[in-house]
């Protein structure tokens, strides 16, 4: 377990590094900034096409933890997934010239049918590159949504080769799973309405991937908050976030072999330095111990998260001593779930 | 499908046919009435100790099915089911001298884990009659919350003969999992609860079993409502209601070979004419089907709701037509299933 001390950072304004397409060079400062008020401007502009999610809480996973949890249930969000947050945040600031040329990204699954759920309702057509070890259940959520599937290799250098041919070839605007700052903005909304919901939590806890969701938690919640402590939660084995954060720079995964498929995306060069400056910890759980979360929150909660959801309760069930008497917000980030394909 | 057109009955005071523990003769009146206002009393009686469960709504079913559909979630009650509302205005009810000589129940599960919650709150012992194939998660359910297991045959003759030998040895206090008026009283507060939250629905679907939460389902609804619709759900495998409705009086179940195994017991004395008296059709649903419309809860509505309780919009969705453009609430009973042994 990593552990950075920036509870008194303010994120009233952040600037940002450079987006630069060679991972382990992020060092160029980017001239642009996200604020809380992007955040609320974002807010906003999606609220008419996403849910507000509900957050639920649970006796039984109370007592068994020590700590008072509070479940942000994006998982009952549009299209499955927080993803909606974001992709409509994007799509829906294109001009009509840049919708027309159609729109790309690479997905592990929810960013791409949230994309084309946010691109088909402005009547646009939207291609996602996916690794071909997709459960088929987040395929077919894309094509369900309007979007067309274009496979890859499960490896990041795939992804983004195919994707570069596919914009060479028709134009595509590209739509970052990740990587952008309308993506951050957007993301920032669940912890947002996290907190507007229950502004005495002492602790808010989110997954980590390509870092969109975690580095917009940490924007809204230390903008709206500056006492809060934000924990990143990483799979072991795709922990590229944790070990970059240890380095200092950002640093490939060396496995990506984890059943959170959707966990598997390497930091982003926009995400990596909010991160950095920001977290409080990232930590890293184990496949074991994200499925006895998972086992958990369907027997007790009676709810379908995702395995890159629930380990936000294995981070916080390996440390309990940390979270005891604590108020503990989860993001719950997506319930799609290949139900023929269970751990168990 | 069977017909029954009771709209305009209203359920203000109702004579219950005695209890006969021949189940193929009920035709004596019994002097004890239930009425809407039983059901409020219950649910203040009640109200400290259970959840207000909420009502979701889902797009994507409410296209697939052609009506708007408000799940009344009970999977998130206590102790996993609505067994909750009528095992606690019972135990509630009992005496000290009752209580202190153990309570008894036969149960598929929900029922015995709700009581031995209520009991254990209370101080008391429990006791639970339940089938040697009851799955195992209901298993742990009754023994999580206090209650002791004693196990019978998976048919109504060894339910009743092991729970008789039970109480003749130790005293205990029956508390019958449906053929109670305080039990009847008791469940109609989900019902309740429906309505308060969507006061203009059409039309309400419950499952059917030993007939407690139908019974309950129409004494609310109708006290409420008058020209409310409710139907009732039951397997095809364990149809005893639905034959029962069509003969004028109570018949065994041929089989119970149903997935659904909160669904498998009997009409009961008490239940079965209320629900001749008022339901507006019973519904019969295939194995397929359940299973299907379990799949489809699970997916779309990302929620985990045991087979007894699909069983409601498997209800809905084979027989669409009806329903059309209608507001039609489903009461989803419970949300114990074993993860172990999901049916695809």
């Given amino acids: 377990m990593h552990c950075r001390g920036h509870n008194n950072a303010s994120p009233i304004s952040l600037f940002f590094y450079e987006q630069n397409k060679d991972f382990n060079k992020v060092n160029t400062l980017y001239f642009s900034m996200v604020t809380l008020k992007d955040i609320e401007s974002a807010h906003d502009r999606i609220r008419p096409f996403i849910h507000r999610t509900p957050v639920m809480t649970n006796q039984n996973l109370n007592i068994l933890s020590g700590a008072s949890l509070y479940f942000k249930c994006d998982n009952f969000q549009k299209a499955g997934s927080f993803k909606i947050r974001g992709?409509?945040?994007?799509?829906?600031?294109?001009?009509?010239?840049?919708?027309?040329?159609?729109?790309?990204?690479?997905?592990?699954?929810?960013?791409?049918?949230?994309?084309?759920?946010?691109?088909?309702?402005?009547?646009?057509?939207?291609?996602?590159?996916?690794?071909?070890?997709?459960?088929?259940?987040?395929?077919?959520?894309?094509?369900?949504?309007?979007?067309?599937?274009?496979?890859?290799?499960?490896?990041?250098?795939?992804?983004?080769?195919?994707?570069?041919?596919?914009?060479?070839?028709?134009?595509?605007?590209?739509?970052?799973?990740y990587n952008d700052e309308r993506i951050?903005?957007?993301?920032?909304?669940?912890?947002?309405?996290?907190?507007?919901?229950?502004?005495?939590?002492?602790?808010?806890?989110?997954?980590?991937?390509?870092?969109?969701?975690?580095?917009?938690?940490?924007?809204a919640a230390k903008g709206m908050k500056p006492e809060i402590?934000?924990?990143?939660?990483?799979?072991?084995?795709?922990?590229?976030?944790?070990?970059?954060?240890?380095?200092?720079?950002?640093?490939?995964?060396?496995?990506?072999?984890?059943?959170?498929?959707?966990?598997?995306?390497?930091?982003?060069?926009?995400?990596?330095?909010?991160?950095?400056?920001?977290?409080?910890?990232?930590?890293?759980?184990?496949?074991?111990?994200?499925?006895?979360?998972?086992k958990m929150v369907w027997e007790r909660m009676k709810i379908i998260a995702e395995p890159s959801s629930v380990i936000t309760l294995g981070a916080l069930l390996k440390s309990k001593d940390r979270f005891s008497g604590k108020k503990v917000g989860l993001i719950l980030s997506g319930g799609n779930v290949d139900l023929n394909q269970l751990p168990w």
Wanted: aromatic share 4%; charged share 20%.
């Fill in 87 to 177: 992709a409509t945040n994007i799509v829906e600031q294109l001009s009509q010239v840049e919708l027309d040329r159609g729109v790309a990204t690479t997905s592990s699954g929810n960013h791409g049918a949230a994309l084309s759920m946010a691109v088909t309702r402005r009547g646009g057509k939207t291609k996602v590159v996916m690794p071909h070890n997709t459960p088929q259940m987040k395929v077919n959520n894309v094509e369900r949504n309007g979007g067309e599937v274009v496979w890859c290799d499960p490896d990041q250098p795939s992804r983004e080769r195919v994707l570069g041919e596919l914009v060479n070839k028709t134009g595509a605007t590209v739509a970052h799973p």
């Fill in 184 to 219: 951050v903005a957007g993301q920032g909304t669940a912890a947002k309405e996290l907190i507007e919901d229950y502004p005495d939590l002492d602790v808010i806890i989110s997954p980590v991937s390509g870092g969109g969701l975690l580095s917009g938690t940490l924007l």
């Fill in 229 to 294: 402590v934000v924990y990143g939660a990483e799979p072991s084995e795709a922990d590229d976030a944790y070990r970059s954060l240890q380095k200092g720079e950002i640093v490939a995964n060396e496995t990506i072999d984890t059943i959170c498929d959707g966990l598997r995306a390497q930091i982003g060069t926009i995400t990596f330095p909010i991160i950095q400056k920001y977290v409080d910890s990232i930590i890293t759980v184990t496949e074991t111990e994200i499925i006895e979360a998972m």
